[in-house]
Protein backbone atom coordinates (compact mmCIF):
# COMPACT_ATOMS: atom_id res chain seq x y z
CA UNK A 1 0.00 0.00 0.00
CA UNK A 2 1.12 3.17 -0.65
CA UNK A 3 -0.49 5.78 1.95
CA UNK A 4 1.24 6.28 4.86
CA UNK A 5 -2.37 7.04 6.67
CA UNK A 6 -6.36 6.77 5.81
CA UNK A 7 -9.13 8.13 7.56
CA UNK A 8 -12.75 8.63 7.12
CA UNK A 9 -13.62 10.63 4.00
CA UNK A 10 -10.94 8.79 1.95
CA UNK A 11 -11.50 6.62 -1.16
CA UNK A 12 -10.21 4.34 -3.70
CA UNK A 13 -8.16 1.53 -3.92
CA UNK A 14 -5.79 1.81 -0.53
CA UNK A 15 -9.11 1.90 1.11
CA UNK A 16 -10.83 -1.29 -0.58
CA UNK A 17 -6.96 -2.84 0.45
CA UNK A 18 -7.49 -1.48 4.00
CA UNK A 19 -11.52 -3.01 4.21
CA UNK A 20 -10.11 -6.49 2.84
CA UNK A 21 -7.68 -6.97 5.34
CA UNK A 22 -10.35 -5.85 7.94
CA UNK A 23 -12.47 -8.39 6.61
CA UNK A 24 -9.37 -11.15 6.33
CA UNK A 25 -8.95 -10.13 10.14
CA UNK A 26 -12.34 -10.52 10.72
CA UNK A 27 -13.64 -7.03 11.35
CA UNK A 28 -16.43 -6.70 9.05
CA UNK A 29 -16.30 -3.11 7.66
CA UNK A 30 -19.23 -3.56 5.12
CA UNK A 31 -19.79 -2.84 1.89
CA UNK A 32 -16.04 -3.69 0.48
CA UNK A 33 -16.71 -0.65 -1.91
CA UNK A 34 -13.08 2.01 -1.64
CA UNK A 35 -15.28 3.95 0.75
CA UNK A 36 -14.23 5.09 3.93
CA UNK A 37 -17.34 5.62 5.98
CA UNK A 38 -18.91 4.52 9.25
CA UNK A 39 -18.77 0.84 8.88
CA UNK A 40 -14.83 0.61 7.80
CA UNK A 41 -14.60 3.66 10.88
CA UNK A 42 -16.11 0.92 13.11
CA UNK A 43 -14.40 -1.98 12.01
CA UNK A 44 -10.94 -0.13 12.33
CA UNK A 45 -11.63 1.03 16.01
CA UNK A 46 -12.40 -2.26 16.93
CA UNK A 47 -9.66 -4.10 15.32
CA UNK A 48 -7.55 -0.76 17.00
CA UNK A 49 -8.82 -2.37 20.83
CA UNK A 50 -8.52 -5.38 19.79
CA UNK A 51 -4.50 -4.72 19.22
CA UNK A 52 -4.02 -2.46 22.07
CA UNK A 53 -3.78 0.35 19.15
CA UNK A 54 -5.39 4.02 20.27
CA UNK A 55 -8.57 3.45 18.81
CA UNK A 56 -9.15 6.85 16.90
CA UNK A 57 -10.70 5.03 14.13
CA UNK A 58 -7.85 6.09 11.62
CA UNK A 59 -5.46 3.61 9.74
CA UNK A 60 -2.13 5.28 10.10
CA UNK A 61 0.86 3.77 10.53
CA UNK A 62 0.70 1.41 13.37
CA UNK A 63 -2.75 -0.05 12.49
CA UNK A 64 -1.59 -0.47 8.66
CA UNK A 65 1.11 -2.28 9.81
CA UNK A 66 -0.63 -4.38 12.17
CA UNK A 67 -2.87 -5.13 9.62
CA UNK A 68 0.43 -5.80 7.55
CA UNK A 69 -0.38 -3.26 4.96
CA UNK A 70 2.38 -1.36 6.18
CA UNK A 71 6.42 -2.03 6.28
CA UNK A 72 7.12 0.06 9.14
CA UNK A 73 4.80 1.39 11.96
CA UNK A 74 7.07 4.48 12.73
CA UNK A 75 4.84 7.28 12.81
CA UNK A 76 5.46 10.85 11.29
CA UNK A 77 6.94 13.53 13.40
CA UNK A 78 7.14 17.06 13.17
CA UNK A 79 10.13 17.48 15.05
CA UNK A 80 11.91 19.44 12.45
CA UNK A 81 8.93 22.43 13.07
CA UNK A 82 9.48 22.26 16.65
CA UNK A 83 12.03 25.63 17.20
CA UNK A 84 13.05 27.68 19.94
CA UNK A 85 10.81 30.34 18.80
CA UNK A 86 7.69 28.16 18.35
CA UNK A 87 8.83 26.46 22.45
CA UNK A 88 9.42 29.68 23.51
CA UNK A 89 5.70 30.90 22.50
CA UNK A 90 4.41 27.95 24.86
CA UNK A 91 6.77 29.13 27.71
CA UNK A 92 6.10 32.71 27.41
CA UNK A 93 7.62 33.64 30.69
CA UNK A 94 10.99 31.32 30.24
CA UNK A 95 15.02 32.36 29.23
CA UNK A 96 14.84 31.90 26.08
CA UNK A 97 18.68 30.72 26.62
CA UNK A 98 17.44 27.95 28.68
CA UNK A 99 15.17 26.77 25.64
CA UNK A 100 17.84 27.02 22.97
CA UNK A 101 20.18 25.02 25.62
CA UNK A 102 17.68 22.10 26.36
CA UNK A 103 15.52 21.89 24.06
CA UNK A 104 17.66 20.07 21.52
CA UNK A 105 18.48 16.74 24.10
CA UNK A 106 14.83 16.55 24.56
CA UNK A 107 14.04 16.40 20.92
CA UNK A 108 16.59 13.84 20.39
CA UNK A 109 15.41 12.10 23.64
CA UNK A 110 11.78 12.30 22.25
CA UNK A 111 13.33 10.72 19.14
CA UNK A 112 15.46 7.84 19.91
CA UNK A 113 12.07 6.62 22.71
CA UNK A 114 9.57 6.47 19.47
CA UNK A 115 7.30 8.88 21.35
CA UNK A 116 8.10 12.06 18.82
CA UNK A 117 4.52 12.52 17.00
CA UNK A 118 2.84 15.31 17.77
CA UNK A 119 0.67 14.40 21.04
CA UNK A 120 3.81 13.20 22.35
CA UNK A 121 6.11 16.41 21.94
CA UNK A 122 2.97 18.14 22.95
CA UNK A 123 2.78 16.16 26.23
CA UNK A 124 6.47 16.54 26.97
CA UNK A 125 6.79 20.22 26.15
CA UNK A 126 3.43 20.62 28.12
CA UNK A 127 5.02 18.35 31.21
CA UNK A 128 7.85 20.63 31.06
CA UNK A 129 6.29 23.64 31.46
CA UNK A 130 4.24 22.40 34.66
CA UNK A 131 6.76 20.97 36.41
CA UNK A 132 10.10 22.95 35.80
CA UNK A 133 8.80 25.99 33.81
CA UNK A 134 12.75 27.12 33.65
CA UNK A 135 13.29 25.18 31.39
CA UNK A 136 16.04 23.56 32.96
CA UNK A 137 16.21 19.95 35.09
CA UNK A 138 16.04 20.74 38.49
CA UNK A 139 15.67 19.00 42.15
CA UNK A 140 12.47 19.32 44.54
CA UNK A 141 13.07 21.97 47.23
CA UNK A 142 11.30 21.22 50.38
CA UNK A 143 8.28 21.68 51.47
CA UNK A 144 5.23 20.77 53.71
CA UNK A 145 4.39 17.95 51.37
CA UNK A 146 7.78 16.51 51.81
CA UNK A 147 9.29 17.67 55.03
CA UNK A 148 7.77 17.38 58.46
CA UNK A 149 7.39 20.59 60.48
CA UNK A 150 10.25 19.48 63.17
CA UNK A 151 11.56 17.04 60.51
CA UNK A 152 15.14 16.39 58.63
CA UNK A 153 14.16 17.33 55.01
CA UNK A 154 12.54 15.44 52.95
CA UNK A 155 12.01 13.37 56.61
CA UNK A 156 8.57 12.23 55.15
CA UNK A 157 9.36 10.66 51.81
CA UNK A 158 12.61 8.39 53.62
CA UNK A 159 9.84 5.65 54.86
CA UNK A 160 7.62 5.81 51.50
CA UNK A 161 7.27 2.13 50.38
CA UNK A 162 5.05 3.01 47.62
CA UNK A 163 8.38 4.75 46.19
CA UNK A 164 10.74 1.53 47.39
CA UNK A 165 12.50 4.23 50.15
CA UNK A 166 14.34 2.19 53.08
CA UNK A 167 13.80 4.82 55.96
CA UNK A 168 16.47 8.01 56.11
CA UNK A 169 18.60 9.19 53.92
CA UNK A 170 16.14 8.00 51.05
CA UNK A 171 13.88 10.60 51.49
CA UNK A 172 16.34 13.05 50.21
CA UNK A 173 18.78 11.17 47.87
CA UNK A 174 15.97 10.11 46.01
CA UNK A 175 13.79 13.47 46.05
CA UNK A 176 12.56 14.65 42.60
CA UNK A 177 14.96 15.63 40.04
CA UNK A 178 15.14 16.19 36.31
CA UNK A 179 12.62 17.50 34.02
CA UNK A 180 10.03 15.33 35.73
CA UNK A 181 10.73 15.02 39.05
CA UNK A 182 11.71 11.58 39.51
CA UNK A 183 11.01 10.16 43.03
CA UNK A 184 12.02 6.93 44.82
CA UNK A 185 14.34 4.39 45.05
CA UNK A 186 12.05 2.46 42.66
CA UNK A 187 12.23 4.18 40.45
CA UNK A 188 15.68 5.96 40.30
CA UNK A 189 16.41 2.00 40.39
CA UNK A 190 14.23 0.75 37.05
CA UNK A 191 14.56 4.01 35.07
CA UNK A 192 18.38 3.80 35.41
CA UNK A 193 18.82 0.72 33.97
CA UNK A 194 16.20 1.48 31.35
CA UNK A 195 18.47 4.35 29.74
CA UNK A 196 19.99 3.60 26.34
CA UNK A 197 23.55 4.07 28.13
CA UNK A 198 22.01 2.61 31.54
CA UNK A 199 22.96 4.63 34.50
CA UNK A 200 22.88 3.52 38.09
CA UNK A 201 20.91 6.05 39.44
CA UNK A 202 20.65 4.56 43.06
CA UNK A 203 24.39 5.02 43.36
CA UNK A 204 24.51 8.39 41.40
CA UNK A 205 21.40 10.07 42.19
CA UNK A 206 22.03 13.33 41.11
CA UNK A 207 22.89 12.32 37.75
CA UNK A 208 19.13 12.52 37.49
CA UNK A 209 19.53 15.98 36.65
CA UNK A 210 21.76 15.89 34.14
CA UNK A 211 20.34 17.47 30.83
CA UNK A 212 20.74 14.53 28.42
CA UNK A 213 19.94 11.74 31.46
CA UNK A 214 16.54 13.83 32.32
CA UNK A 215 15.35 14.24 29.07
CA UNK A 216 15.00 10.28 28.03
CA UNK A 217 13.89 9.52 31.32
CA UNK A 218 11.01 12.26 30.54
CA UNK A 219 10.94 10.52 27.23
CA UNK A 220 10.58 6.81 28.97
CA UNK A 221 8.05 7.86 30.96
CA UNK A 222 6.01 8.86 28.76
CA UNK A 223 6.64 6.14 26.48
CA UNK A 224 5.38 3.55 29.32
CA UNK A 225 2.12 5.52 29.36
CA UNK A 226 1.22 6.70 26.00
CA UNK A 227 -1.64 4.42 25.25
CA UNK A 228 -3.55 6.04 28.04
CA UNK A 229 -1.99 9.34 27.47
CA UNK A 230 -3.26 9.82 24.01
CA UNK A 231 -6.66 8.11 25.03
CA UNK A 232 -7.11 10.96 27.45
CA UNK A 233 -6.04 13.73 24.93
CA UNK A 234 -8.55 12.29 22.41
CA UNK A 235 -10.82 12.59 25.06
CA UNK A 236 -10.35 15.70 25.25
CA UNK A 237 -9.05 15.04 28.54
CA UNK A 238 -5.58 17.51 29.71
CA UNK A 239 -6.60 16.87 33.74
CA UNK A 240 -6.30 13.37 33.36
CA UNK A 241 -3.26 13.51 30.90
CA UNK A 242 -1.76 15.20 33.72
CA UNK A 243 -2.39 12.93 36.56
CA UNK A 244 -1.31 10.05 34.59
CA UNK A 245 1.95 11.74 34.98
CA UNK A 246 2.04 13.84 38.15
CA UNK A 247 -0.47 11.46 39.72
CA UNK A 248 -2.63 15.09 40.58
CA UNK A 249 -3.48 18.42 39.42
CA UNK A 250 -0.39 20.42 40.49
CA UNK A 251 0.95 23.16 37.63
CA UNK A 252 -2.50 22.04 35.57
CA UNK A 253 -2.93 25.79 34.43
CA UNK A 254 0.51 25.75 32.78
CA UNK A 255 0.22 22.50 31.11
CA UNK A 256 -3.27 23.10 29.77
CA UNK A 257 -1.89 26.65 28.82
CA UNK A 258 1.13 25.01 26.87
CA UNK A 259 -0.80 21.83 25.35
CA UNK A 260 -3.50 24.74 23.92
CA UNK A 261 -0.54 26.98 22.45
CA UNK A 262 1.31 23.81 21.01
CA UNK A 263 -1.72 22.84 19.31
CA UNK A 264 -1.53 25.90 16.79
CA UNK A 265 2.17 26.22 16.72
CA UNK A 266 3.67 22.50 16.35
CA UNK A 267 2.76 21.21 13.03
CA UNK A 268 1.06 18.43 11.53
Request: aromatic content about 6%; overall charge neutral.
Amino acid sequence: MDAQSLQQGDSGNNVKQLQLALLQYGFNPGMIDGEYGQGTVAAIIAFQRSEGLLPDGVAGPRTLFALQLAESNALPSPITGVTVEAVSRMFPATPICNIKANLPPLLSALLSNRVADKPMILMALATVRAEVECFEPVSEGQSRYNTSPAGHPFDLYDNRRDLGNKGAPDGETFKGRGFIQLTGRNNYAAYGRRLTVPVDLVANPERASDTTVAANLLALFLADKELDIKNALLAGDTRLARRLVNGGSHGLDRFEDAYRRGLALIPN
